[in-house]
């Protein structure tokens, strides 16, 4: 399994800005589906973005889509990918995980590397 570390989470407001990260020293990082979930309180863990490798194709949620982008840096030799998430919504506050696998799709199953969770929380 990849090791995965999350950081960029924190507190913001409506209509603001974040990035998360996602960071692997495994070099089998460069070869694998990579994307990430989200979790609120008391609901079920959600897909959010995927990012496939050659080619590097993004998928997102409807939720997603439009707002949020996925990308991955395989530069430098920590491997990072990264979820910009613009114009934040409330419903967006939930804990972001960072996933990843050889083949992977929209189903949580299907990731068997998960990092930690970094929290975003938005406020009204």
């Known amino acids: 399994q990849v090791q995965l570390v999350e950081s960029g989470g924190g507190l913001v407001q409506v209509g603001g800005s974040l990035r998360l990260s996602c960071a692997t020293s495994d070099d089998s990082f460069r070869s694998y589906t990579m994307g990430w979930f989200r979790q609120a309180p008391g609901k079920e863990r959600e897909f959010v973005a995927t990012i496939t490798r050659r080619p590097d194709s993004a998928y997102y949620s409807d939720s997603a889509k439009g707002r949020f982008t996925i990308s991955r840096d395989n530069a430098k030799n920590t491997d990072t990918i990264y979820l910009q998430m613009n114009r934040l919504k409330p419903e967006d506050t939930a804990v972001y995980y960072c996933?990843?696998?050889?083949?992977?799709?929209?189903?949580?199953?299907?990731?068997?590397?998960w990092g930690r969770g970094t929290q975003v929380t938005v406020s009204s």
């Open positions: 996933v990843g696998d050889r083949e992977a799709g929209y189903a949580d199953t299907d990731y068997g590397s």
